[in-house]
C-alpha cells in the first residue's frame, strides 16, 4: 500500500489521534478499544485507520486495504431490527482464534457493539475476559450506555466528535433558517385566529422538508457508504448499516435543531431579553424528550410534529 488509511479529515493531527499512533507505535495500544462518535461514517473511517496501522507492517508478508484484509474480521448488525445475533458473535470469536495469515496481528472491527443482543454480549464478554493473542477488538458505537457495564468496564474508551455538516447538500441550512425564522414571527405574538393558521401552515410545511431532507441524506450517504463496503455483504447486513445511516443522520439533524434553537435565543438574552428563558429551556426540553423517544422507535415525523407543536405554545405565550 503506498498510503495509509487516512484519518477523518476533521481528527487528523488531534491529541486523540496521536495518542493512538503513538501506542500503535509502541505496540501498547490496548486489545480492547470502544469507539464513540454520533456520527458512524466518523467511527468507520477511525477504525479503519487503526487496523491499517496494526496490520500492515515491516513484519506483514502483504500489504491490503482494511476492508479486504485476511486478518481483519468484522461483524454488523443485521436486519431492520439491526441486532447482532450470538450465532454471529461464535462466528467472529472463532476466526480470530486463529492464527494470522500475512499478519502477525489480527483485528475484529464489530459495528454498532451496542446492538448486540444479551446471548450475544455475555458471549462477547468471555473474549474481552480471556482475548485471543495478538489481537485487537474495535468496537464502534453511538450508545455507549447501551452495552453491559461489564464490557464498557473491559474496554479503553475513545470518544470523536461527529464531522461538521454532512447534509448542507440536502437543504438543511435554509430549513434551519426558516425555523428561525418562525421563531421570529412567534416571538411577535399571535393576535387572531389567521395568525395561528399561518403558523400551523408553516409548521406542517416544515415537517415536510425535514422528511424530504432526511430522505435524500439517506440516499446520498447510502450510495456512498455501498462504495466502500465489501461486496459480499449479506441483504440484511446491507438493510442494517443503511438503517444505521438513516438514524445516525436523523440525530445529527435533530441535534442542529437544537443548536439553531440555541443561536435564535442568544443574542436576544444577550439584549436583556429575559422573557424568552423559559421558552428555551422547555423548548430544548421537549427536543430531547422526542430525540429518547426515536430510541423506542418513535417516527421522525410524528417527534418532530410533538416538538414543533410546543415551540408554537411556548414561544408564541412567553
Not at 488531534?14 to 503513538?22: C, L, Q, S, Y
Not at 478499544?33 to 473511517?45: E, H, I, M, P, R
Request: with cysteine; net charge neutral; aromatic share 6%.
Amino acid at each position: 500500500m503506498s498510503t495509509r488509511a487516512a484519518w477523518p479529515p476533521t481528527l487528523a493531527g488531534t491529541p486523540t489521534v496521536a495518542v493512538i499512533e503513538a501506542a500503535i507505535e509502541r505496540q501498547r495500544l490496548s486489545h480492547s478499544v470502544l469507539l464513540q462518535s454520533d456520527d458512524t461514517a466518523t467511527l468507520g473511517l477511525v477504525a479503519s485507520a487503526i487496523a491499517d496501522r496494526l496490520l500492515n507492517t515491516a513484519e506483514s508478508s502483504a500489504e491490503f486495504p482494511p476492508e479486504s484484509h485476511p486478518d481483519c474480521f468484522m461483524l454488523r448488525p443485521a436486519g431492520k431490527m439491526r441486532q447482532i445475533s450470538a450465532e454471529a458473535t461464535r462466528y467472529l470469536i472463532g476466526r480470530v482464534q486463529v492464527s494470522g495469515t500475512v499478519s502477525r496481528r489480527k483485528v475484529a472491527i464489530i459495528y454498532d457493539c451496542d446492538r448486540m443482543n444479551t446471548a450475544a454480549a455475555n458471549i462477547f464478554l468471555k473474549t474481552l475476559e480471556e482475548p485471543p493473542d495478538n489481537t485487537t477488538l474495535l468496537l464502534l458505537t453511538s450508545r455507549p450506555y447501551a452495552l453491559l457495564p461489564t464490557i464498557r468496564s473491559r474496554v479503553l474508551l475513545f470518544r470523536f466528535p461527529a464531522a461538521t455538516e454532512v447534509v448542507q447538500h440536502a437543504g438543511l441550512p435554509d430549513w434551519l433558517e426558516d425555523y428561525q425564522k418562525w421563531l421570529g414571527r412567534l416571538c411577535g405574538g399571535v393576535s387572531n385566529r389567521q395568525d395561528v393558521a399561518d403558523h400551523i401552515f408553516t409548521l406542517y410545511g416544515l415537517i415536510a422538508r425535514f422528511n424530504s431532507i432526511l430522505e435524500t441524506a439517506t440516499k446520498e450517504a447510502w450510495k456512498a457508504e455501498k462504495e466502500k463496503l465489501p461486496p459480499d455483504l449479506a441483504d440484511d447486513e446491507q438493510v442494517a448499516i443503511e438503517t444505521g445511516l438513516t438514524n445516525g443522520l436523523r440525530t445529527r439533524i435533530f441535534a442542529d435543531i437544537e443548536r439553531a434553537t440555541s443561536t435564535f435565543a442568544r443574542p436576544r438574552l444577550a439584549a436583556g431579553d429575559a422573557s424568552i428563558r423559559p421558552a428555551v429551556v422547555e423548548s430544548i426540553a421537549q427536543l430531547e424528550k422526542n430525540v429518547g423517544l426515536l430510541h423506542l422507535n418513535l417516527n421522525q415525523a410524528a417527534a418532530l410534529e410533538n416538538f414543533l407543536l410546543s415551540s408554537l405554545r411556548l414561544w408564541s405565550q412567553r
